[in-house]
């Protein structure tokens, strides 16, 4: 066979099937590598979006403690009293859990504004997807623990707590 | 094929790489604001000892230093955040001064 027929042959059988046979040995010891990384990836990026949601909560927060005394700090309820001697307000934080339309159970954490009286001034949700939300005052330090619904439905916690400094000057209320 | 199997792991590879630094310089981040907090909520005074916090199972470093001001009563804490064992001189610094009375 003359050299530009051999040129032109091609692949025989034989090489075909030893090419595909490295192909299928290698995609087969890459995937589950592939696979790994997709998971971690998925898991981190899930993480990483649920504590962006919970800083958005924390945002707030920092900006009324700042601004506010600790008035009651409890497991599930964060009481901060406007300072002042004229018509005073509060402001609460509690998480509210609710059931849409689609059946799934919904959960935010809300910041109310009430008045001297107890009438709701103001009430929005300040981060959607908060699952707890926990808060300690002691000593002069109150800490917020937050642990936030991940895109899969896992709670992910928004660690390290957050640890503020309230505005009372004789640090935290006596329960 | 093997370049595209090549490209898909190196571009996953760098964006995990990317998301534990980011993660970790946040929670560096909020170390060191915990503590400027708790620093102002004790009243504490120079040298403050270094804590290692454990979070997600990474230890850190949080060390407080004092650098020498020539104002008598006026002292600057700078705290740095740290992973323990980081060999790099990377980490996160927030600063915090204050007039002593």
């Known amino acids: ?53 919970g800083l958005i909560a924390e945002d707030s927060l920092l900006r009324d403690v700042r601004v506010y005394e600790v008035e009651r700090s409890e497991p599930t309820l964060l ?8 018509p005073t307000y509060s402001v609460t934080y509690s ?12 959960t935010a954490l809300l910041r109310t504004v009430r008045d001297k009286d107890g009438n709701v001034l103001s009430q929005r949700a300040v981060a959607h997807g908060i699952r707890t939300f926990t808060t300690g005052c002691f000593g002069s330090t109150l800490s917020v623990s937050l642990v936030v619904d991940g895109s899969d439905g896992t709670p992910v916690p ?15 209320p006596t329960p | 094929m093997a370049v595209a ?19 970790r310089r946040t929670v560096e981040e909020r170390l060191a604001r915990n503590q400027i907090e708790s620093l102002i909520a004790l009243k504490a005074e120079c040298p403050v000892t270094a804590l290692t916090p454990i979070v997600d199972g990474i230890t850190y ?41």
């Open chain 1, 1 to 53: 066979m003359s050299r530009v027929l051999r040129r032109q042959a091609g692949y025989t059988l034989v090489e075909t099937i030893v090419a595909m046979t490295v192909g299928a040995i290698v995609i087969a010891a890459v995937f589950p590598v592939f696979l790994l990384l997709y998971r971690v990836e998925t898991t981190w990026a899930n993480a990483s979006q649920a504590r962006a949601s």
């Open chain 1, 79 to 86: 009481l901060l009293r406007a300072l002042g001697t004229g």
């Open chain 1, 95 to 106: 998480v509210k859990r609710w059931i849409d339309s689609s059946g799934q159970v919904r």
């Open chain 1, 158 to 172: 928004v660690s390290p707590d957050l640890l503020v400094t309230p505005r009372n000057l004789k640090g935290c």
């Open chain 2, 5 to 23: 199997v090549v490209v898909l792991l190196g571009s996953l590879s760098s964006l995990l790489v990317g998301s534990r630094i980011a993660q």
């Open chain 2, 61 to 101: 470093k949080v060390e407080t230093t004092c650098p020498p001001t020539q104002n008598p009563g006026y002292i600057e804490l700078k705290v740095t955040a740290h992973e323990l064992h980081d060999p790099s001189d990377l980490g996160k610094s927030l600063s915090v001064d204050r007039v002593q009375q």
